[in-house]
T-cell receptor, first 118, second 111 residues
Framework: NAGVTQTPKFRILKIGQSMTLQCAQD?????MYWYRQDPGMGLKLIYY???????DKGEVPNGYNVSRSTTEDFPLRLELAAPSQTSVYFC?????????????????FGEGSRLTVL | GNSVTQMEGPVTLSEEAFLTINCTYT??????LFWYVQYPGEGLQLLLK?????DKGSNKGFEATYRKETTSFHLEKGSVQVSDSAVYFC??????????FGAGTRLAVHP
């Protein structure tokens, strides 16, 4: 069971560089999310998507972009990387309540991508 | 607004000790409440949840009761094991299953 797969697991960027964090899920989930995790701060929602072609901002979207061209994939794009974007990034997916039944609300997380901007 | 407050860690216990991790929330309406656990080097995974007031979620010996009157969802376990060492996150659910997380509490259990 692959679940939610993120690549790369580790990356070091220079200030001003750009990169894309990849996320793929094989559970046919309609909802997908990107969170960042900073020490002592919990997880903050960057962007989310409720289905292919539909994306929306979360709490901390500045400096990021996303797209959702297929149900399976939800890449996160960092343009002009800044030291403030040094963090661990988690992709997650879930089913809408209508589809999930008693499992409503459960998110499935990838293993994370650790990004350092120097 | 919506927010979750957890007790600060780290929490250090000996094996077989009783565990309580406090969690309180602020929210409009009556959200679902969750505890997620993160083992070293891994993503978060659902530990337990409660969807309405007075519900008790339970899993792997952990329990938490949704208390509307005190806006709390404290996590408890009667006898912790070394394998329970992890970071525990309290969260509340909003539309489209978006989660609002607390800061996390690190638990270290020693033999």
């Amino acid at each position: 069971n692959a679940g939610v797969t993120q690549t790369p697991k580790f990356r070091i960027l220079k200030i001003g560089q750009s990169m894309t964090l990849q996320c793929a899920q094989d559970m046919n989930h309609n909802y997908m999310y990107w969170y960042r995790q900073d020490p002592g701060m919990g997880l903050k929602l960057i962007y989310y998507s409720v289905g292919a072609g539909i994306t929306d901002k979360g709490e901390v979207p500045n400096g990021y972009n996303v797209s959702r061209s297929t149900t399976e994939d939800f890449p996160l794009r960092l343009e002009l990387a800044a030291p403030s974007q040094t963090s661990v990034y988690f992709c997650a997916s879930s089913l809408s309540n209508r589809l999930a039944g008693t499992n409503t609300g459960e998110l499935f997380f990838g293993e994370g991508s650790r990004l350092t901007v120097l | 607004g919506n927010s979750v407050t957890q007790m600060e860690g780290p929490v250090t216990l000996s094996e077989e000790a009783f565990l309580t991790i406090n969690c309180t929330y602020t929210a409009t309406g009556y959200p679902s409440l969750f505890w997620y656990v993160q083992y070293p080097g891994e993503g978060l995974q659902l530990l337990l949840k409660a969807t309405k007031a007075d519900d008790k979620g339970s899993n792997k010996g952990f329990e938490a009761t949704y208390r509307k009157e005190t806006t709390s969802f404290h996590l408890e376990k009667g006898s912790v094991q070394v394998s329970d060492s992890a970071v525990y996150f309290c969260a509340l659910g909003r539309g489209y299953n978006k989660l609002i997380f607390g800061a996390g509490t690190r638990l270290a259990v020693h033999p």
